[in-house]
């Protein structure tokens, strides 16, 4: 049997932890305050979020792997979920205290703001439970110093300012996750680069199979799912790493097998086209000429 938990309202969700709703939109929680969690016989949980939710996890992020290495962040991960996700959790028979904090709020509080313009430039919330945020100490306490300037907000008489103050901090916490990540790029380096390694060999393998003719040209989401990745969180890691977007690598390979098969072969645009996983042959003329500066039968006829 399957529960399902709707994460759509502030006021149910501050109640369902044994908190006070000090703003119909948007809260701070501290899940310590929370009832102990006992989910009964049920085999899965499936969370569906209505709401903006960022939780910080207190776990000892020590024992968490990936590959053959640990984590070296040891005050907890920020996980993110949007409008729209859910989370399953399976077999959740074990009765526990949940311990953390949490910062939620209703996608309507961004309306008129300019948070609101810009909310979808962090694709964090799109990433995967176990591409998490992982802190350090410091980190730790900047994110809730960050949590208490907006519950001292949410605490605060509305006047003309507040919503202002609240998204402002909103953002500036959005902002600081964001150079977090970028930290969290650099420092699991050595794992990063074999993540990297593994996508250039899965690409090579690509085009030595049949595979451009059954599934088309090779696609970044593709790859991140062969990855165990999300797509925001290899594109997002791709970039960091090469400074070029993953789907700019990917064409610049589909360009180098193109350029291959023009000069190595006497087949026609339309067969080369096909080969490669175009769908039309006018678009890997178009693609060529664009990324060369030459159709392909001008490229052949120059070699």
Known sequence: MEKIVNIDSISAFNAANNHKT??????????SKANPR????VDSIKFNYGLYSIILKDVVCGDLRYGRHYYDYQAGTLVFYAPGQFISMENPKVKYQPIGFGLLFHPDFLIGTPLGKTIQNYKFFNYQTHEALHLSDDERTM??????????ELK??????????IASNIELFLDYCQRFYDRQFITRDVVHKGILEKFEELLNNYFLSEKPQTLGLPSVAYFADELHLSANYFGDLFKKETGQSAKEFIQDKVIEEAKNKVFGNDKTVNEIAFELGFKYPQHFTRLFKQRVGYTPNEYRNLN
């Open 143 to 152: 994110i809730l110093d960050i949590f208490s300037k907006i519950e001292f």
């Open 38 to 41: 006992e989910w009964g016989d």
């Open 22 to 31: 000090l703003h119909p939109l948007v809260t701070v929680i501290d899940y």
């Open 156 to 165: 605060q008489p509305v006047d003309k300012h507040s919503k202002k103050l």
